[in-house]
């Protein structure tokens, strides 16, 4: 029997120098067999090279799994009809990760008979969070090991020197002065020199955008097309969710879109500079509210405006399983059933320029809006609105004017 009653544990494994470490470390303190599960989320070719890593470094099994359909479709789109962005500009790309991975490690430790998983997030940031809350969500009794949380090694240098006293590759690549995390959504880029929020992002970091003045001098034009608040279509091409995003990414990027720069609040407590590119994801985020400013109620969508904040902070804390965020789901695809249409974007130089929209739902009606002659809209009606608009104004006024103030 291992430590703590485990003798089995599925390690949500990228191949990278952390991970690889917590692989072998876990064999050693807990006496537990290791089975590395890599979910690919559109994070690129790191995926195969990890099952060769994980099987040397000691894995008795080496599992990868394609989440990139589930993850855009499932995760991804729904956040997007809810419109969620957090803190202003951040559109959630690991957010939104964590809880997919999360449940494909809970689904990976049934299926091998696992008694835990294990993640390498540290104990200073959300995806710890995101992880666990995920995991207990789904399977109330699993145990998580966090190494970070548990072990004496303090940084890079210890966990060089752990592998090499374990005849663990070290990557001979030239270390990057900060921390990468991609999927199909996003790359977001923090820690090292972006510590500093005084500090530009160093030349030549970013993956998916070229700078944008660097970007072509002619501008591009893009159609979107939606089906209740889901993005179906670029330029009349029907297209699967992941297909979909991956073709808005390569747009996207060639443009110079989706980079932002921010100091953000994270769940435990601190303020943490994150960079992040996320062009498919910027282009749907315009594309869509395009579509529902014609398709959707005055005060339905103001509403929706009031709410999104509240459920891109449950997503960013780690709470997509809870029942909170799936009540507010509920009601934000209730009110996308009308969000059928197109939108039209220009493209240039980092910009996406909304440039028409149109829908057989529109409640956009020409006939009344038109500043010509018409006959559906008697202008004298607003004289009696205004009066009874200003009624309490009024009141007020006459009452604080005749005390003197």
């Known amino acids: 029997m291992g430590k703590r009653g485990i003798d089995k544990v599925v ?38 090279e990890a099952v060769e890593k994980a099987l040397a470094t000691g894995a008795v099994e ?34 939104l990760a964590r809880p997919v991975i999360g449940k494909g490690l809970v689904e990976t430790a049934e299926r091998v008979g696992a008694d835990a998983i294990a993640h390498g ?31 004496d090694l303090k940084g890079r240098a210890d966990c060089v020197a752990y592998a090499e006293r374990h005849g663990i590759p070290v990557p001979v690549t030239p270390e990057k002065p900060y921390s990468m995390d991609a999927n199909l959504l996003h790359i977001s880029y923090e820690g090292g020199v972006l510590e500093d929020p005084w500090v530009a992002p160093p030349k030549g ?12 001098d002619m501008q591009e034009t893009l159609t979107i097309g939606f089906e209740k608040g889901t993005p179906v279509s670029v330029n009349g091409v029907h297209l699967e969710p992941a297909a979909l995003l991956q073709r808005l990414n390569e747009v996207g990027g060639r443009n110079g879109v989706g980079r932002i720069d921010i100091v953000e609040n994270r769940f435990v407590g601190m303020k943490s500079r994150g960079v992040y590119e996320t062009p498919g994801g910027t282009i749907l985020h315009h594309a869509h509210r395009a579509v529902e400013s014609i398709t959707l109620d005055r005060e339905v969508a103001h509403l929706r405006d009031e709410l999104a904040p509240r459920y891109a902070e449950m997503v960013y804390n780690g709470f997509w399983y809870a ?83």
Do not use: C, H
């Open 323 to 405: 029942p909170e965020r799936e009540a507010l789901q509920a009601f934000m695809d209730r009110i996308q059933e009308r969000v059928t249409g197109e939108a039209r974007l220009l493209l240039y130089k980092g910009n996406v320029i909304v440039e028409g929209r149109r829908s057989d739902d529109s409640l956009y009606d020409e006939k009344t809006v038109t500043f010509e002659e018409d006959d559906v809209y008697d202008q004298a009606d607003a004289t009696g609105f205004i009066r009874l608009q200003s009624l309490r104004l009024r009141t007020f006024a006459e009452k604080r004017l005749g005390e003197g103030e």
């Open 205 to 216: 970091m970013f993956k998916m955008t070229v700078d944008p003045w660097e970007a072509p």
């Open 121 to 151: 997030a540290t104990g200073k940031g959300n995806d710890q969070v995101r992880f666990e809350l995920a995991a207990f969500a789904l399977k109330p009794d699993i145990k998580v090991i966090a190494p970070w949380r548990e072990w």
């Open 62 to 95: 080496a599992i990868t799994d394609d989440l990139t359909d589930e993850f855009v479709a499932d995760f991804v789109f729904p956040a997007l009809r809810a419109n969620a962005v957090y803190e202003g500009y951040y559109l959630l790309g690991t957010s």
């Open 11 to 48: 390690l949500a494994y990228s191949g990278g120098l952390d991970t690889s470490v917590i692989l072998r470390w876990i064999i050693e303190e807990y006496g537990a067999e290791v089975v590395a599960y890599t979910a690919d989320v559109g994070q690129g070719d790191e995926v195969e």
